[in-house]
């Protein structure tokens, strides 16, 4: 099946630090991928959905000027959390779809405690 | 605006037991259903996908149903296990296939030994 892997899969930063999420397709080229937050016995919420080459679509409530999403590639996006503070501690969860697939493959997430 | 329910929101069973979760969703004119399973601090494994047109899906102990017109699903597990203990969310597609998917809340199970 299709397989998606994130790097780091867990990350520590001080306040006001920025931090860079990689999402990757491993064998099938990702057209979309998407971009959610988990926090704690809380379900998945969509940030952002990111077509390769193009600008990422946020959701309402996300500042794209904090969570700035690159999606360069065809099997790779980046998130990156600019100025971190603790409540962007959080789990970030990427997933990824492309031509001919009828779902999206997730990551496993990345766990970021901001302190 | 699509929104999903998930009843109950956590449930602790005996181990052998056989049990159904439900998911509840607004909008009936859904592409496809999907179940995942969720472990603590760990990303999301897809169980079961039922299409528009299906009805139900079966993968080992687990079946899957779906009733657009009354905008349910349910997931059956026969003879929990231990081993079965995690989150199970439910998601639907806004439009297509390849579209953000809505997630349930999720129910967490806990199967005792």
């Known amino acids: 099946g299709a397989v998606v892997s994130q790097h780091p899969s867990w990350v520590i930063c001080k306040s006001g630090t920025s931090v860079k999420i990689e999402c990757r397709s491993l064998?099938?080229?990702?057209?979309?991928m998407f971009w959610y937050r988990q926090f704690p016995k809380q379900s998945l919420m969509l940030m952002a959905t990111s077509n390769e080459g193009s600008k990422a679509t946020y959701e309402q409530g996300v500042e794209k000027d904090k969570f700035l999403i690159n999606h360069a590639s065809l099997t790779l996006s980046t998130l990156t959390v600019t100025s971190a503070h603790p409540e962007d501690s959080s789990f970030y969860i990427c997933?990824?779809?492309?031509?001919?697939?009828?779902?999206?493959?997730f990551g496993p997430g990345t766990r970021l405690t901001v302190l | 605006k699509q929104e999903v329910t998930q009843i109950p929101a956590a449930l602790s069973v005996p181990e052998g037991e056989n049990l159904v979760l439900n998911c509840s969703f607004t909008d009936s004119a859904i592409y496809n259903l999907q179940w995942f399973r969720q472990d603590p601090g760990k990303g999301l494994t897809s169980l079961l996908l039922i299409q528009s047109s299906q009805r139900e899906q079966t993968s080992g102990r687990l079946n899957a149903s779906l009733d657009k017109s009354s905008g349910r699903s349910t997931l059956y597990i026969a003879a929990s296990q231990p081993g079965d203990s995690a989150t199970y969310l439910c998601?639907?597609?806004?439009?297509?296939?390849?579209?953000?998917?809505?997630f349930g809340g999720g129910t967490r199970l806990m199967v005792k030994p």
């Open positions: 998601a639907v597609p806004s439009g297509g296939a390849g579209n953000m998917l809505t």
């Open positions: 997933s990824a779809t492309g031509t001919g697939l009828n779902t999206q493959y």
């Open positions: 064998d099938f080229q990702a057209t979309t």
